[in-house]
């Protein structure tokens, strides 16, 4: 069962997949920079996203995992292959999975790391079926997150644990900050930011114990720059005007004090 937005989410990304691994590489998601002053290339700064969170979900092999919102299943076949776990990514996007799965299959790890076609708001698992959980920068793109959260914590075992990385807002917003955030939202077919405030009662509300939260808008920060000139690959399709209207959607986002990502780790009691 699909909600009407997470349809609207996986066309997006069915249509936008290969525009976005040309400007994000197969790690669809932002960069970490431990020193934001000394930027190096966005493909090591994803990277190293991805082990910011195999650092918080103490992942051992045997363990079943749950990558919710995969992409194109690199960080899952990463996660697969430094651990040994077992991995299943759950997306809304055909075209991401049918790259997921031509990845896996190539790496030879089939045995151990699959892939479905499915809503995180009505995850299609039973209670209690995964060791670990970690949510990569889907979550802007969920319907209701209470519920999201809500199914994450069903299908997570007691003693289970989960990461997310989620892009959020901070402090105050204007009416400038506002309109910013909106233009991000639509560009990037997000449902809303969530107040980085907001995350422990989110997290309380399904029934978890918060970790661990971490504010890494300054380490993330830099993608903005990164990812901009990429733009361009849009050209064809958007022309010079479309193009500098995207530019500006995203590039005023990252010039908002107001920007924020956050990393946070949470147990199923
Ligand atoms: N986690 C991946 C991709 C991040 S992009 C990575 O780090 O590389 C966001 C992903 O979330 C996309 O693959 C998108 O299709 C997926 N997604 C968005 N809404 C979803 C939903 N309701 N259920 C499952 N996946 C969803």
Excluded at 171 to 193: H, N
Aim: glycine share 8%; charged share 25%.
């Amino acid at each position: 069962m699909f909600d009407a937005f997470s349809r609207e989410v996986g066309d997006y990304y069915d249509q936008a997949n290969e525009l976005l691994r040309a400007m994000f590489t197969d790690n669809v998601h932002y960069g970490y920079w431990p020193d934001p002053s000394s930027i190096d290339p966005l493909a090591e700064a994803g990277e190293r996203m991805t082990e910011q969170l195999y650092e918080r979900l103490d992942v051992s092999a045997g363990h079943k995992v749950l990558d919710v919102g995969c992409g194109v299943g690199k960080p899952a076949a990463w996660l697969a292959r430094k651990t040994g776990a077992t991995v299943k990514g759950a997306n809304v996007s055909r075209n991401q999975l049918e790259v997921a799965r031509d990845r896996v299959r190539s790496e030879g790890l089939e045995d151990r790391v699959s892939f479905d076609l499915a809503d995180a708001m009505h995850l299609p698992y039973a209670d209690d079926s995964f060791d670990r959980i970690w949510a990569i920068e889907s979550m802007i793109h969920m319907p209701d997150r209470d519920q999201v959260m809500r199914e994450m914590a069903r299908v997570l075992r007691p003693g289970g644990r989960l990461a997310i990385a989620d892009i959020v807002v901070r402090g105050t917003l204007d009416d400038v900050a506002t309109a910013v955030v909106e233009g991000f939202c639509t560009l990037s077919t997000a449902r809303s930011l969530e107040h980085i405030d907001n995350y422990p009662a989110l997290v309380e509300k399904a029934g978890l114990d918060l970790l661990e939260l971490t504010d890494v808008s300054e380490q993330t920060r830099p993608t903005g720059p990164a990812v901009l000139p990429a733009f361009d690959v849009l050209l064809p399709t958007l022309g010079e005007e479309g193009v500098a209207q995207s530019k500006k959607a995203w590039g005023d986002m990252f010039d908002l004090p107001q920007y924020g990502y956050v990393l946070l780790t949470a147990g199923k009691p």
